[in-house]
C-alpha cells in the first residue's frame, strides 16, 4: 500500500445521471477525508471520516451528495441527478489521528477523480 | 479556524531561494501552522508543519516569529520542478483531526 487511492480517475457523465468514486486510504489511517476542487480554487472540504463514523459534513455537501466508509476502510462519494456545476476534481485524503496535545499528521491525498457533467 | 491571507503568485529563477510568507493574524493557542504543494491534476502534498520557531525538513524551512501572526515558508534553491501552487493552512490537529481549509494558494513559477 503506496498512497491513498482513488478510482476512477476520470469520470464524464451526462446531466442527471448518478456517479459514484470510490477511495481507499491508506491502510492504518483512521481519518478519511473527501474534498472538491474547482479550477483556480483551493480544495474545499465536504467530508470527514474518523473510521466508519461521519463525523462532519459541509453545508457544500447537498443532499444529492452522500457518502460511506462501511467497516473504516474505503469510502464512496456518490452524486445522484448530477449537474454541470458538480464538475470538478474530487479528491480523498487520508491521515492518522493521534489527538492534542500530539498536533496534527500529514494528512496524504489521492489524485483525485475528475467529474465532468454534459 | 483561522484564515489566511497570502500573495496570489510569485516568480522565481532556477537556484534561488524562494520565500512565500502567509498572514493569519486570527490564529489560536492549539492551531497549528501546515504548508501544502499541488502541481495540476494531483492532490495537495504536505510539505511542512511547525508550531513556533523554526521548523526544518529536508525540502524546506518554515520560520514562524514568536506572535506567530505570520509564518514563511523557504524553499532553498527552487528548480523547475518546483513550480507549483503552495498552499499555507492553519488550524487545530491540522492534517490528523480537523478538515483542512484551503485558501487560494501562491502559484509558484519557476523559470530558467
Redesign the interface.
Known amino acids: 500500500d503506496t498512497g491513498?487511492s482513488q478510482d476512477p480517475r476520470h469520470k464524464i457523465t451526462k446531466r442527471g445521471q448518478n456517479v459514484t468514486f470510490r477511495c481507499d486510504p491508506i491502510s492504518e489511517h483512521n481519518?478519511l477525508?473527501w474534498?472538491r476542487q474547482t479550477l483556480?480554487?483551493?480544495?474545499?472540504?465536504l467530508t470527514?471520516f474518523q473510521n466508519e463514523a461521519q463525523l462532519?459534513k459541509?453545508r457544500l455537501l447537498s443532499d444529492r451528495f452522500s457518502a460511506e466508509r462501511p467497516k473504516g476502510s474505503f469510502s464512496t462519494l456518490e452524486i445522484q441527478r448530477t449537474e454541470q456545476g458538480d464538475s470538478a476534481?474530487y479528491?480523498?485524503?487520508s491521515?492518522?489521528?493521534?489527538?492534542?496535545p500530539?498536533?496534527?499528521?500529514?494528512?496524504?491525498?489521492?489524485?483525485?477523480t475528475?467529474l465532468t457533467v454534459v | 479556524l483561522a484564515k489566511t491571507t497570502q500573495p496570489i503568485s510569485m516568480d522565481s529563477y532556477e537556484g534561488q531561494e524562494v520565500n512565500i510568507t502567509c498572514s493569519h493574524n486570527n490564529i489560536a493557542t492549539?492551531d497549528?501552522i501546515?504548508w501544502y504543494q499541488q502541481f495540476p491534476?494531483?492532490?495537495?502534498?504536505?510539505i511542512i508543519?511547525g508550531?513556533k520557531t523554526k521548523v526544518t525538513n529536508e525540502v524546506a524551512s518554515l520560520f514562524i516569529p514568536a506572535d506567530r501572526k505570520s509564518s514563511t515558508l523557504s524553499l532553498p534553491r527552487v528548480s523547475l520542478s518546483d513550480t507549483a501552487?503552495y498552499?499555507c493552512l492553519v488550524?487545530?490537529?491540522?492534517?490528523?483531526?480537523?478538515?483542512?481549509?484551503?485558501?487560494?494558494?501562491t502559484q509558484l513559477k519557476v523559470e530558467l
Open positions: 491513498v481519518r477525508y474534498y483556480g480554487q483551493g480544495p474545499e472540504f470527514y462532519e459541509s476534481m479528491l480523498c485524503a491521515s492518522l489521528g493521534r489527538g492534542f500530539f498536533g496534527g499528521t500529514e494528512a496524504f491525498f489521492g489524485q483525485g475528475r | 492549539n497549528y501546515t491534476s494531483q492532490g495537495p502534498r504536505f508543519q508550531y501552487v498552499y488550524g487545530a490537529l491540522t492534517g490528523g483531526g480537523n478538515k483542512l481549509t484551503f485558501g487560494t494558494g
